[in-house]
């Protein structure tokens, strides 16, 4: 028998399981980041914006980095 749920219920489940409290800040506190980017873009001043894209980047290939001496090392 399949359990049909609501899609109230639906919902529910999908944010409980998304564990949103744990990504809602981090995304919230970017929107005025993420927007200043933009806003300097549509000036026309692209390098600025190339300036505060730099420390995403570097942190993101460094996350990348990490992830993947992990799994080279505990792999085996």
Excluded: K, N
């Excluded at 899609?7 to 998304?18: F, M």
């Excluded at 505060?52 to 980095?65: D, F, R, V, Y």
């Amino acid at each position: 028998m399949i359990l049909r749920l609501s899609p109230w219920r639906r919902l529910r489940h999908g944010l409980i399981r998304s564990r949103w409290r744990r990504w809602f800040l981090p995304s919230l506190c970017a929107l005025p980041y993420v927007a200043s980017i933009v806003w300097l873009l549509l000036l026309g001043e692209g390098w600025i914006a190339q300036v505060l894209l730099a420390p995403l980047l570097m942190g993101s290939l460094l996350g990348l980095l990490s992830l993947w001496l992990a799994r080279e090392e505990f792999h085996r």
